[in-house]
């Protein structure tokens, strides 16, 4: 039905803007998985102010690359090299995050740490770019002109900041929220794998929003205990075995008395 819209559209009317919010649209679902692994990546630097200006530096370096990628589309998609690049850099930050050890936070897994804001930034635009080579994959196939793609990618990346803003404080907030969003970055690698292998593979849109949205929903089943709860058990424990200490000393002292009246 889009496509049919475009054919009827060869010039610029209302036909062709109803299209800019089914692509604005689309560039926000599918930047939510996008969002997610960015942060976990800015997670990767001590401090918030960092992190934010990771994310800051980093995506505008990103829509640079969208920018490129996007008037170069009908040229890079006839290429699975890219593709394939794609999946294969997804697919290494997957395995990075789950074969990882143990923190000095006590987390089973975690993303990639940074000693410096400048080793964050080009990771986190070259992240960007691997997912665009799907989402600007799916903008070209809905619309051929190409301003209305790279407006849409415009307000993707606009509302990839603000949504990676969130994601870096609901981290730490959910248990499962960020093996969540690195299990939603393997299925964008494995997409974009099984194009390269057989585009008939490829799921379709609606399963892979389904599968994210599904995913997302265990990533915010489990909150992370507030430290005040945590200290107030710890402080219930210690009280309960000073009653117990007292209480053996009472008995002692206790049967001491009786001892000593019976002589």
């Known amino acids: 039905m889009l ?6 559209s060869p010039y610029f009317g209302v036909d062709t803007l109803l299209l800019l919010p089914v692509l604005i649209a689309l560039e926000a679902v599918l930047s939510a998985d996008n969002a997610i692994a960015l ?20 995506l505008v370096i990103a829509f640079g690359l969208r920018v490129v990628l996007i008037l170069t589309a009908t ?17 290494w ?8 050890d143990d923190d000095k936070d006590g987390k089973e897994h975690h993303g990639p740490r940074f000693a410096s804001l400048w080793q964050a930034i080009p990771m986190i635009a070259i992240t960007d770019l691997a997912f665009s080579l799907d989402s600007v994959t799916t903008a070209i196939s809905i619309s051929r002109e190409t301003w209305l793609v790279l407006t849409g990618g415009a307000v993707g990346v606009i509302a990839l900041r603000f949504m990676a803003g969130l994601f870096i404080r609901w981290l730490d907030e959910f248990v499962h929220l960020e093996d969540a969003g690195y299990t939603t970055v393997a299925l964008v690698g494995l997409r974009l794998l099984a194009r390269v292998i057989n585009p008939e593979l490829v799921p379709p849109e609606w399963l892979m929003v389904t599968m994210i949205a599904l ?21 219930e424990a210690g009280l309960g075995v000073e009653m117990n200490v007292e209480a053996v000393e009472a008995i002692a002292a206790e049967k001491e008395a009786q001892e000593v009246s019976a002589e």
């Open 3 to 8: 496509d049919k819209l475009v054919d009827l």
């Open 39 to 58: 942060a976990a990546i800015a997670q990767g630097l001590e401090g918030e102010k960092m992190q934010r200006r990771a994310l800051n530096f980093g």
């Open 75 to 91: 040229w890079v998609i006839q290429f699975w090299q890219f593709e394939l690049l794609g999946a294969a850099y997804l697919l």
């Open 93 to 100: 930050l997957v395995f990075q995050y789950f074969s990882s």
């Open 215 to 235: 995913l997302f929903a265990w990533g915010f089943s489990k909150r992370v205990e507030p430290e005040e709860s945590q200290s107030e058990e710890l402080l």
